[in-house]
């Protein structure tokens, strides 16, 4: 199958950027979306051009990298699919495919399709984390945890920080993101020491970086390729709530 | 109490604010559907200008009507501190966006949809409360405050009725996705009661936009026939 691709160009964080056309022929239905990529920066290079920067690590949908806004939608238009489980044979012989980065102020262009989400990072460093005395390792069943809050707590751990959330969102509001990586820590007894200042640390982070508020569209988890639920928004509301009323730091 | 600050000024914390004035507004709302219903006894107002006279006379209803301005108040100032900041968090907008296959128009328009209702309301208090409270009205049969004939004389106007209508759509289209919002805002989502919620929310949308839409088509009707 053949496309002709548009797609965002830019040399870097400072250049304006612009929509440059390409054309890749003889695709096949079952090459991914990056192989296709890969395909025309093969082209590219033999003709002497600069390939298109784009991230990409694992190709089995777990390492979060492949960020690229595709036909108007994080990651394309399928559900539950990042960008490298995205088959060609989706998208119409002949038709024209527009690729843009991530668009959201906390999430600068590096290079072309690239941006820098280290924000999500510094969030993550904010609080993400219990503190444990790690000595031997701990017996067994030691603490125990049901089937329901485990299945509960990994859902949220789902989350491969992709920020496909904050793409998709009008406000581009990291909510998705942040209320994933409480969760998966607030939903086990692990978790409970540090819960309400992690859940005060993180928003404050998350504040902090700039991203938007959340208006509860849901388009977060429409987008997210891990299905994580906006239930979890709701969850971090509570949490922060509860974290200003009855914990007796003050924060600052 | 910088906590507190902190808490108000976060992004969670202003939600939280338009959440609880939103959701106050929307039960004052419930109440005043059902007074303004009197309007279509067809008494020539008798029944509604005692129900007002009554609400105007009463202490309680005075306090709440202070937590009611408050609300029309804080609701609109952070609903524009929030858009600007969620305006200035995407910079360079996407060139192609298929918004509408994730999310619904109107969670999408809440800015667009409450500044129509913003200008409803600097109308519709200055041009009822504003007389009905401090205002010359005549007095009806029974001595109370004659302010169904105010109500007759503004939807007189054609026009008046047709955009009062207008509006009440926009009330219908804000709180089909603000009643269900405001609920999650708080945190008050449960795998139980979110669907409950969320019928209530369905119910309560529809039967302010038909009841309030009833009152000037009412007396467009009247007008006509
Ligand atoms: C005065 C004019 C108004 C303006 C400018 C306004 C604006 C807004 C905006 C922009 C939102 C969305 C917030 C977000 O997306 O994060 C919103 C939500 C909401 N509005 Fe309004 N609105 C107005 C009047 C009203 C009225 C009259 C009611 C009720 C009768 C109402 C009830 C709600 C509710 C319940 C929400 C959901 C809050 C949440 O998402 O947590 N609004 N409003
Ligand atoms: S919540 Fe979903 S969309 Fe957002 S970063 Fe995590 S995996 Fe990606």
């Known amino acids: 199958m053949n496309y002709t691709l548009k797609i965002w160009r830019q040399k870097n964080a400072a250049d304006s950027g612009s929509f440059v056309s390409y054309k890749v022929e003889n695709i096949d239905g079952e090459t991914s979306f990056l192989e296709m990529m890969d395909v025309l ?25 492949c960020s690229m806004y595709i036909n108007g939608r994080a990651h394309g238009p399928n559900e539950l699919t990042t960008t490298c489980q995205l088959y060609m044979r989706h998208f119409k012989n002949g038709s024209t495919i527009i690729i843009e980065p991530w668009r959201a102020k906390p999430f600068p262009v590096i290079k072309d399709l690239m941006v820098d989400r280290s924000a999500f990072d510094r969030i993550q460093q904010a609080g993400a984390y219990i503190s444990m005395n790690a000595g031997s390792a701990p017996d067994a069943n030691n603490i125990m945890i049901s089937k329901e809050a485990a299945d509960a707590a990994f859902e949220a751990a789902e989350c491969i ?76 509301n509570r949490d922060y709530l509860k974290a200003t009323m009855c914990s007796e730091k003050v924060m600052s | ?25 929307v039960f004052f709302l419930i109440e005043h559907l059902a007074g303004n219903l009197l309007l279509l006894l067809g008494d020539h107002g008798l029944t509604f200008n005692a129900y007002s006279d009554t609400m105007a006379n009463n202490p309680i209803i005075r306090i709440v009507e202070i937590i009611l301005f408050l609300s029309l108040i804080i609701h609109p100032v952070q609903a524009l501190i929030l858009t600007q900041r969620n305006r200035g968090a995407r910079k360079t907008g996407y060139a192609v966006s298929k918004a509408g296959e994730t999310s619904s128009w109107a969670s999408r328009n809440m800015g667009i949809l409450g500044s129509i209702l913003f200008v409803f309301l600097v109308l519709h208090i200055a041009n009822f409360f504003v007389s009905a409270r401090f205002g010359d009205l005549g007095i009806d049969a029974n001595g109370n405050k004659d302010i169904y004939t105010k109500v007759v004389d503004s939807f007189s106007m054609a026009w008046y009725s047709l955009f009062y209508i207008f509006c009440f759509l926009a009330l219908g289209f804000h709180l089909i996705h603000g009643i269900l919002s405001g609920f999650k805002t708080l945190g008050l989502s449960h795998k139980k009661y979110l669907p409950v919620v969320k019928s209530i929310g369905i119910i309560l949308t529809v039967l302010f936009t038909i009841g309030f839409i009833s009152i000037p088509a009412y007396f467009l009707i009247n007008m006509i026939i």
């Open chain 1, 161 to 236: 920080g992709c920020g496909a959330c904050v793409a998709a969102c009008k406000n581009s509001s990291a909510s998705l993101f942040v209320s994933a990586k409480l969760a998966q820590f607030a939903l086990l007894p692990q978790g409970q020491v540090e819960r309400y200042q992690r859940t005060l640390n993180m928003v404050q982070a998350m504040d902090a970086e700039g991203f938007g508020s959340c208006s509860n569209t849901s388009a977060c988890e429409a987008e997210c390729p891990k299905g994580i639920s906006v239930k979890h928004i709701a969850m971090m």
């Open chain 1, 41 to 65: 920066n093969q082209q590219l290079v033999t003709r002497g051009e600069e390939p298109v920067a784009y991230d990409h690590d694992c190709r089995e949908g777990v390492c979060g990298m």
């Open chain 2, 1 to 25: 109490m910088s906590w507190t600050k902190d808490y108000f000024t976060s992004t969670i914390g202003r939600k939280f604010l338009m959440s609880i004035t939103g959701l106050f507004l």
